[in-house]
Nanobody, 116 residues
Framework: QVHLVESGGGLVQAGGSLRLSCAAS????????MGWYRQAPGKQRELVAT???????NYADSVKGRFTISRDNAKNTVYLQMNSLKPEDTAVYYC??????????WGQGTQVTVSS
């Protein structure tokens, strides 16, 4: 079992920045891919960015050029640097971890609110 703990959400004005962190417990085999998803009120959960060990990051088109995902494998931690935030980025952001075999784990979510 993997336990994911997110931090770093909050309230920011449009154009501002936030950095999300997600620390994973458990073995490194459970964190083959780590990433971030978000869910705005009334909308489905959507991919924001993912990063697989040894691979290039994957971003949603809506965040390309503004968000950067990175990970520290020694700490089993993934980060999401969010710059040039827009009101439409407002959502609950969820950390996700996926093992090589495909087992998926989710964090509890952290609220990001961008005011106009």
């Amino acid at each position: 079992q993997v336990h994911l703990v997110e931090s770093g959400g909050g309230l920011v004005q449009a154009g501002g920045s936030l950095r999300l962190s997600c620390a994973a417990s458990g073995s490194s085999s459970s964190t083959y891919t780590m990433g971030w998803y978000r869910q705005a009120p009334g909308k489905q959960r959507e991919l924001v960015a993912t990063l697989t060990r040894g691979a290039m990051p994957n971003y949603a088109d809506s965040v390309k050029g503004r968000f950067t995902i990175s990970r520290d494998n020694a700490k089993n931690t993934v980060y999401l640097q969010m710059n040039s935030l827009k009101p439409e980025d407002t959502a609950v952001y969820y950390c996700n971890s996926r093992s090589y075999q495909g087992s998926a784990y989710w964090g509890q979510g952290t609220q990001v609110t961008v005011s106009s």
